[in-house]
C-alpha cells in the first residue's frame, strides 16, 4: 500500500472517517512509525492522532502490529501450503484438528475452510525432507485427516487489502 494516500472527505467504512483510514494506511505502511510522524503525516495533532489509535484498538479495528520476518533468513525458506481433507467432520473433530494443527512446528497461519478441503496449513520448514516429515508425522496421523496435497510455494506478494484508495 506505499504511496496511498486518503482524503478526509472520503466516505465512511465500518464506522471510520477519513482519518482513520488514513491512520490504518499509514500503520499498514509502517508499525512502527511514532505517534508524532503518524499525527503529521495524517494531519492531526499528536493529541487525537494518539486518541484515534487507541479507539481503534479497543473497538476491535486494530487487533495488533506484528514485525514481518525473513524466514529464509531464519534458515526456513521453504514455504508450503498442505490442504487437509477430513474424513469426518463432527465439530469435535474439527475442533481437535484445529487445535491441533495450530500447534505444529513451522506452522503460519492455518485456515478452516469450506469446500473441497477442510484446512489450509501454511508452513515454513528448513528442508524438503522436513516439511516429509512435518505432514507425516504432525498431520496424516490423526486418524480424522483422510488425505492431504501440498503445494510449494514460490513467492508471495501482499494484495490490494480492503480499505479504499
Avoid at 487445535?99 to 477442510?118: F, I, M, S
Wanted: hydrophobic share 45%.
Amino acid at each position: 500500500m506505499t504511496g496511498r494516500q486518503l482524503k478526509k472527505t472520503q466516505p465512511a467504512a465500518a464506522g471510520l472517517d477519513g482519518t482513520d483510514l488514513a491512520i490504518l494506511v499509514a500503520l499498514l505502511e509502517d508499525g512502527r512509525m511514532t505517534n508524532a510522524a503518524l499525527a503529521a503525516r495524517v494531519g492531526v495533532a499528536e493529541s487525537t492522532c494518539a486518541y484515534r489509535v487507541r479507539a481503534l484498538r479497543e473497538s476491535g479495528v486494530i487487533t495488533s502490529i506484528n514485525a514481518r520476518l525473513d524466514l529464509g533468513a531464519l534458515g526456513h525458506p521453504i514455504h508450503a501450503i498442505i490442504k487437509v481433507r477430513l474424513g469426518s467432520h463432527s465439530r469435535e473433530h474439527v475442533r481437535t484438528l484445529y487445535d491441533r494443527l495450530v500447534k505444529v512446528p513451522g506452522a503460519l497461519t492455518v485456515w478452516h475452510v469450506g469446500g473441497d478441503d477442510d484446512f489450509l496449513l501454511h508452513v515454513a520448514v528448513a528442508s524438503p525432507e522436513e516439511l516429509r516429515d512435518l505432514i507425516l508425522e504432525h498431520v496424516t496421523v490423526h486418524p480424522m485427516v483422510r488425505q492431504t496435497e501440498t503445494q510449494l510455494v514460490f513467492e508471495v506478494r501482499d494484495g490490494r487489502g480492503v480499505l479504499p484508495e
